[in-house]
């Protein structure tokens, strides 16, 4: 059995916006890990937070 590990979403408007994206990234153990945001829109925008966590390992039950 696979369990994904490419799914990112991203929330913004206090919720009423969700982005979903895939992407597929090394693990990184260090410092070396960076995280970049992009707008490709017409307007200037300005983030006031960013919250990111790494979610748990799958556990499966045998029945």
């Known amino acids: 059995m696979q ?11 206090g919720g009423k916006v969700c982005i979903t994206s ?7 153990n260090d410092d070396s890990a960076h995280l970049y945001l992009f707008n490709h829109g ?6 006031q937070s960013i919250v990111v966590w790494e979610m748990s390992n799958v556990v499966f039950d045998t029945y």
Do not use: C, G, K, L
């Open 3 to 13: 369990v994904d590990h490419s799914i990112i979403e991203t929330f913004a408007q």
């Open 22 to 28: 895939r992407a597929y990234p090394i693990r990184v």
């Open 42 to 47: 017409n307007q200037t925008i300005q983030v």
